[in-house]
């Protein structure tokens, strides 16, 4: 080992921050500016294999990060923790200092590596409104990650996004600010761990506003005046910060009224440093610190773009070091950038490697990577987070399928292919952009230059799809038709899928997107779309099916709402499965036969048409739903599916709900007590939504705002009592000063189970002798569930569209 011999930094018993400055105290520039510093892993590698030459080349002053040593080769997991020890190995003995780096990688829906758990996308996780499920899906993450001696995951993205027309929308939990922030919270819970030594550096992002992007395009302007700013878009990543310990943020790509994120001190330092207490890193987004001066034009060259970088905060360069190697040394020297600001970077990232205990142990157990790989245990949470994640958004009686009732006819591009159940972060597409990148010319290419003897084959194992699933429970009953490709123009198909149809007893058409970065996706990174109908032919598919008179059932894998008019109202069933992951096709399969009761909830609300948008629940009194003629002149001006709907097979009513009090003072707390009810004949499960207004404020405010909710359970007759205490502290807002501010007065709640659907729980009063009360910001209250005893219900709330209704009185979404 290079590290000097009794040379402070090098004792564990020592404080962090004494081995800091020890380690400090010794480097040269050269070393400091490695530190903020990536290389791609494939540099690193020869013919399969980790090349000693080169790493004598490229670490030579030693090195911050490594780049996807799983994610961006082909390296199965042994050889991938094989890769990550030689790295290692060779900086702590031959690097004068012996610093080990920290190897990060995406995991957006798992770790994105050839053989590791491929989990549904984000905006499946959040349907099914569990922060707790998430945790747990991050700490598997976090036990696969360490196996394979990587350190630090790209997530979670904490974007709230109210245009689907995003492509990213898929890798984000939805469009409200609590949702967010309480999936967010867990997950960084989940992947940090207990204790730094164990844990993985979660890395929230896009800092900040990125999915509020102009025209629902990547990398484009967002607009975002300060109030909406702070209470929306900013208020996840506070969250993750203050109660969840995040460790580790990534900029945005984009600009908000004109200053690029990566520029932006005012959000790097003084909002995110001084108001919150972050003591983390910084990462770059992919090439973003020369996007200040090759794209945003915003520096004249990459010298002054690495300069407004390092003097806003960003501390580490990624995917390669590139404007923070000889550039950065020019502006130093000029003096274009404080030497000052150097030391504060290179001491945050040498403290997240102490912490994280490299310097004791910065080797893994090859031979025990793949127990710890894609364990059954892991494929447990997967499958458990699919079922739960999948919305039944239409039943008219279609479903469940009843085994033996006849014949099926299986019909659809995505109903046969196992790639196009995964996300955009998944191995499998990523695979493909390194594919194309290293053939492009274009963009791609440019930024990502791969080596010519880097190996790509096979993305991964052969997984199970929705044909497969269904084939093994309904044996000769089931009939495949593919019908038509994603995004092909040619309805070759057409007449095999009508045949398939006009012959069976029911056609379920599984429909939707290929996720992923390059040309053929139609979601994911950089694939905006500027219409919500399914892509190619798809939507005249479905007209050719329906025409056969044989009742159809849609189900859709895709990272965004989808599907016309014509298909959400002639369809007898809508499944949303967006994009499930490995065993999604088995999800699919139960709940489409009734094995599994759906339960799923959207986070995002699902609109009509991309005339609409932004449509969310969360919008002010004067948001235009209740103008003199209120819809538009060719549409409703409602959602097609509001935030939080999602049927099941069972029904729900909110039996009782009332508040503890009608009296509070600032900094106190109310408690919400409900009462909900299983009147349905099977056992299900049931999103409690607990909502408020504030009808009183000095600041127009939302008609409605998401506080808390609880995912219920419940057999035929089973009633759940939930207590939710909702802290005054979470009920504040900005007020005209930008102070944040909780004001007296009267306060409405209301629960429910979706965002039109719910009943006024009771009113309480903040009482006080100021106004503006300047009471300490909580971010959640405490949710409590209990069992009752049962009781026998007609069920009378269940109305045509199998849409529950709690009785009492009801606010619409106006």
């Given at each position: 080992?290079r590290?000097?011999s009794?040379?402070v930094?090098t004792?564990?018993?020592?404080p962090?921050?004494?081995r800091?400055?020890d380690?400090?105290g ?6 400091k500016l490695?530190?903020?510093?990536s290389?791609?892993a494939?540099?690193?590698?020869e013919?399969g294999?980790y090349?000693?030459?080169?790493a004598?080349t ?5 090195l911050?990060q490594?780049?996807?040593v ?10 991938v ?6 790295i290692q190995?060779f ?15 995406e ?5 994105m590596?050839r053989?590791a758990t491929?989990?549904?996308?984000a905006?499946?996780?959040?349907s ?12 598997a ?6 196996a ?6 790209l997530?979670p993205?904490?974007?709230?996004v ?5 492509g990213?929308?898929e ?9 967010v922030?309480r999936?967010?919270?867990a997950f960084v819970?989940?992947?940090q761990?207990?204790?730094?030594a164990?844990g993985?550096?979660?890395?929230a992002?896009?800092?900040v ?5 102009e ?7 967002a607009?975002l005046?300060?109030?909406l700013?702070?209470?929306v ?6 969250a993750?910060?203050r109660?969840?310990?995040l460790?580790s943020?990534m900029?945005?790509y984009?600009e908000l009224?004109g200053?690029?994120?990566h520029?932006?001190?005012e ?5 995110l ?9 910084v990462?770059?987004d992919?090439?973003a610190v020369?996007?200040?001066h090759?794209?945003h034009r915003f520096?004249?060259d990459?010298?002054r773009?690495?300069a ?13 070091t590139?404007a923070?190697?000889g550039?950065?040394?020019?502006a130093l020297d000029?003096g274009?950038v ?6 504060e970077?290179?001491s945050r990232v040498l403290?997240?490697k102490f912490?994280?205990?490299l310097?004791?142990?910065?080797y ?11 364990a059954e245990q892991h494929?447990e ?5 699919a079922?739960?994640s999948?919305v039944?958004l239409k039943?008219?009686?279609i ?9 099926v ?10 790639r ?10 990523h695979v493909?952009?390194?594919?194309q ?6 963009l791609?290419g440019?930024?990502?230059t791969v080596?010519d003897?880097l190996?790509?084959?096979?993305s ?6 929705v044909?497969?699933a ?6 000769d009953?089931?009939?495949y ?7 092909d ?8 899928a009508?045949a ?8 379920v058409?599984?429909l ?7 040309l053929?996706a139609?979601?994911?990174e950089?694939r905006?779309?500027?219409?919500l109908?399914?892509?190619?032919v798809?939507?005249?598919l ?5 025409a056969?008179?044989t009742p159809?059932?849609?189900?859709l894998?895709a ?5 016309g008019?014509f298909?959400h109202?002639k ?11 490995q065993?999604?096709?088995q999800a699919i399969a139960?709940?489409?036969l009734g094995?599994v009761n ?9 609109p ?9 629940y ?8 209740s ?5 538009y002149?060719?549409?409703p001006v409602?959602?097609r599916y509001?935030f939080g ?10 039996e009782q709900a009332?508040l ?7 900094g106190?707390?109310?408690a919400?007590e409900?009462?909900?009810a299983n009147t349905g004949?099977?056992a299900?499960e049931?999103?409690v939504?607990?909502?408020?207004r504030d009808?009183?404020a000095t600041?127009t405010r939302?008609?409605?705002e998401?506080?808390s909710f ?6 035929p007759?089973?009633?759940?009592a ?6 005054t502290g979470?009920l504040?807002?900005y ?5 944040y ?17 719910h009943?006024?729980?009771?009113t309480?009063t903040i009482?006080?002798?100021?106004d ?7 971010y959640?209250g405490?949710?409590?569930i ?6 026998s219900f007609?069920?009378s709330s269940?109305s045509d ?7 009492g ?6």
């Amino acid at each position: 080992m290079r590290q000097e011999s009794g040379a402070v930094y090098t004792d564990p018993t020592v404080p962090v921050g004494e081995r800091v400055a020890d380690l400090m105290g010794r480097m040269t520039r050269e070393e400091k500016l490695a530190q903020l510093g990536s290389v791609w892993a494939f540099s690193l590698i020869e013919g399969g294999r980790y090349s000693a030459e080169r790493a004598r080349t490229i670490l030579r002053h030693g090195l911050g990060q490594v780049t996807r040593v799983a994610g961006a080769t082909n390296l199965k997991a042994a050889q991938v923790a094989r890769v990550a020890n030689a790295i290692q190995r060779f900086l702590m003995t031959e690097t004068r200092l012996g610093i080990p780096a920290i190897v990060h990688e995406e995991v957006c829906s798992g770790l994105m590596a050839r053989e590791a758990t491929i989990f549904p996308q984000a905006i499946g996780v959040a349907s099914t409104w569990e922060p707790e499920l998430n945790r747990r899906l991050a700490d598997a993450v976090r036990a696969q990650m360490r196996a394979m001696g990587s350190h630090q995951g790209l997530s979670p993205v904490l974007d709230v996004v109210r245009d689907p027309r995003w492509g990213r929308t898929e890798e984000t939990y939805g469009e409200d600010p609590y949702l967010v922030a309480r999936m967010g919270a867990a997950f960084v819970r989940g992947l940090q761990g207990s204790s730094p030594a164990e844990g993985v550096i979660a890395t929230a992002k896009h800092f900040v506003g990125y999915g509020a992007s102009e025209g629902g395009l990547n990398w484009a302007p967002a607009h975002l005046p300060p109030r909406l700013l702070r209470e929306v878009y900013l208020y996840p990543f506070e969250a993750a910060v203050r109660e969840a310990g995040l460790q580790s943020v990534m900029a945005g790509y984009h600009e908000l009224d004109g200053i690029p994120c990566h520029a932006n001190h005012e959000l790097l330092n003084d909002v995110l440093r001084g108001e919150w207490g972050f003591t983390g890193t910084v990462v770059s987004d992919y090439f973003a610190v020369d996007d200040l001066h090759s794209y945003h034009r915003f520096a004249e060259d990459k010298a002054r773009a690495a300069a407004l970088a390092l003097d806003a905060g960003v501390d580490v360069e990624l995917p390669a070091t590139d404007a923070y190697a000889g550039s950065l040394t020019g502006a130093l020297d000029a003096g274009e950038v404080d030497e000052r600001k150097l030391d504060e970077a290179v001491s945050r990232v040498l403290r997240h490697k102490f912490e994280l205990g490299l310097f004791e142990n910065p080797y893994v157990d090859e031979a025990a990577v793949m127990t710890a790989v894609n364990a059954e245990q892991h494929q447990e949470v997967a499958l458990e987070t699919a079922r739960r994640s999948l919305v039944l958004l239409k039943n008219e009686g279609i479903l469940p399928l009843r085994p033996g009732a006849g014949t099926v006819a299986l019909i659809g591009p995505n109903a046969d292919n196992a790639r196009h159940l995964l996300g955009d972060y998944s191995f499998a597409a990523h695979v493909e952009s390194l594919a194309q990148a290293r053939e492009s010319q274009g963009l791609l290419g440019q930024m990502m230059t791969v080596p010519d003897d880097l190996e790509i084959g096979e993305s991964t194992d052969q997984l199970p799809t929705v044909r497969d699933a269904l084939t093994a429970r309904l044996g000769d009953a089931l009939r495949y038709a593919r019908g038509c490709d994603v995004i092909d123009p040619s309805k070759d198909g057409f007449e095999e899928a009508v045949a398939a149809a006009a012959a069976a007893d029911v056609a379920v058409l599984v429909l939707g997107d290929r996720s992923g970065l390059t040309l053929g996706a139609t979601t994911g990174e950089s694939r905006d779309r500027s219409s919500l109908e399914l892509p190619g032919v798809q939507e005249d598919l479905v007209r050719a099916v329906v025409a056969t008179g044989t009742p159809v059932v849609a189900v859709l894998v895709a990272g965004r709402p989808v599907g016309g008019d014509f298909l959400h109202e002639k369809c007898a069933g809508v499944l949303m499965a967006w994009l499930p992951g490995q065993t999604g096709a088995q999800a699919i399969a139960e709940v489409l036969l009734g094995e599994v009761n759906p339960s799923g909830k959207l986070p995002i609300s699902y609109p009509r048409t991309v005339g609409q948008i932004p449509v969310y629940y969360g919008h002010k009194v004067s948001g235009g739903r209740s103008h003199w003629h209120g819809d538009y002149v060719d549409s409703p001006v409602g959602p097609r599916y509001c935030f939080g709907h999602g049927l099941g097979y069972t029904s729900f009513v909110i039996e009782q709900a009332a508040l503890d009090r009608t009296e509070v003072t600032a900094g106190d707390s109310v408690a919400v007590e409900v009462t909900v009810a299983n009147t349905g004949d099977r056992a299900g499960e049931e999103v409690v939504q607990l909502y408020i207004r504030d009808a009183q404020a000095t600041v127009t405010r939302p008609v409605l705002e998401l506080k808390s909710f609880a995912r219920v359970s419940a057999g035929p007759g089973g009633r759940t009592a939930v207590r939710f205490q909702l802290p005054t502290g979470q009920l504040g807002f900005y007020d005209r000063d930008m102070t944040y501010t909780v004001e007296s007065g009267q306060i409405e709640v209301y629960v429910g189970f979706s965002s039109d659907n719910h009943t006024l729980a009771g009113t309480f009063t903040i009482t006080s002798g100021d106004d503006r009360l300047k009471v300490q910001k909580s971010y959640t209250g405490t949710v409590s569930i209990s069992e009752l005893p049962p009781a026998s219900f007609r069920d009378s709330s269940r109305s045509d569209d199998g849409a529950v209704r709690p009785a009492g009185n009801r606010v619409a979404e106006k």
